[in-house]
């Protein structure tokens, strides 16, 4: 899995050879939060609706301080998990709380 940041500060997350298949949003999120906090972010993957947010999207990345967050936009109309598998890519937006 590799990560990479456009001007906006949006993550475009691209399947590398020999990544695992990921099976749900839940582990995606863990994955990626994985990841950058190696990188040395400060990051916990939290459901936007149990965090105190009128959105229901299941899962979001979030800095501790409550800084800013990474999500994703479409989760309505589909499911991070599967594009990732199927494209080999993905899309987290930034927001700054």
Known sequence: MR???????HLLIEKEEGDKRIYTESAFFYAVKKLLNEQGYDL????MEKDGHM????????DRKWRY???DKYYAISDIAKEYN????AILNYHEL
């Open 86 to 89: 199927l494209n080999g890519k």
């Open 44 to 47: 916990v993957k939290r459901n």
């Open 55 to 62: 959105m229901s999207a299941p899962y979001y990345l979030r």
């Open 3 to 9: 990560i990479t940041q456009d001007e906006f500060k």
């Open 69 to 71: 967050c990474w999500y």
